[in-house]
T-cell receptor, first 113, second 114 residues
Framework: AQSVTQPDIHITVSEGASLELRCNYS??????LFWYVQSPGQGLQLLLK??????LVQGIKGFEAEFKRSQSSFNLRKPSVHWSDAAEYFC???????????FGTGTKLQVIP | DTAVSQTPKYLVTQMGNDKSIKCEQN?????MYWYKQDSKKFLKIMFS???????INETVPNRFSPKSPDKAHLNLHINSLELGDSAVYFC?????????????FGPGTRLLVL
């Protein structure tokens, strides 16, 4: 069965600092991997996804993520965080041939001035 | 021109009542979903429909019944509401049922059962 772990429940960074959110997945073959963001009171929005090819994926809002098969990881990064990035971030995995996404428990990002 | 819309946005009701949540997408997608997000933000799929056909039905009480009158709509009816049903319910859609497709989420319906 597929699973995804986000080890950090809550992260606080200063505005302008770099950010890395961790995500580890469990699945034998190469899964489809996603990062979604949920702003307060809103639904989820896709930041980026990986399903094949280049292991460094660029997304919206200046985010990127790197798929590392050896570490079963798909960490999300941003070089300089803005106050508007404060939100909940969800890593998700889909290993089957059809849509059945498993979400991580989320990491809440707080941005301080 | 909201892509995925849900009504109502908030729903406060008493235990034992029956309620419905409606979802509509104007993206022309074939596949729609219902998710439940609990108080700890854990998001779990409940149902998915592809071309009006039920394809995912997770371990959800029989009190929950989805209905898809057409590809653009997926409604969720809940009978005999219980305190534990309090959560945020998200509707989502994707172009089709393939694993790599992006899901587009609605704004959520915040259900509080008293």
């Amino acid at each position: 069965a597929q699973s995804v772990t986000q080890p950090d429940i809550h992260i606080t960074v200063s505005e302008g600092a770099s950010l890395e959110l961790r995500c580890n997945y469990s699945y034998g073959a190469t899964p489809y991997l996603f990062w979604y963001v949920q702003s307060p009171g809103q639904g989820l929005q896709l930041l980026l996804k990986y399903f094949s090819g280049d292991t460094l994926v660029q997304g919206i809002k200046g985010f990127e993520a790197e798929f590392k098969r050896s570490q079963s990881s798909f960490n999300l990064r941003k070089p300089s965080v803005h106050w508007s990035d404060a939100a909940e971030y969800f890593c998700a995995v889909n290993s089957g041939g059809y849509q059945k996404v498993t979400f991580g428990t989320g990491t809440k990002l707080q941005v301080i001035p | 021109d909201t892509a995925v819309s849900q009504t109502p946005k908030y729903l406060v009701t008493q235990m034992g009542n029956d309620k419905s949540i409606k979802c509509e997408q104007n993206l022309g997608h074939d596949t729609m979903y219902w998710y439940k997000q609990d108080s700890k933000k854990f998001l779990k799929i409940m149902f998915s429909y592809n071309n009006k056909e039920l394809i995912i039905n997770e371990t959800v009480p029989n009190r929950f019944s989805p209905k898809s009158p057409d590809k653009a709509h997926l409604n969720l009816h809940i009978n005999s509401l219980e305190l534990g049903d309090s959560a945020v319910y998200f509707c989502a859609s994707s172009q089709d049922n393939r694993a790599l497709e992006t899901q587009y989420f609605g704004p959520g319906t915040r259900l509080l059962v008293l």
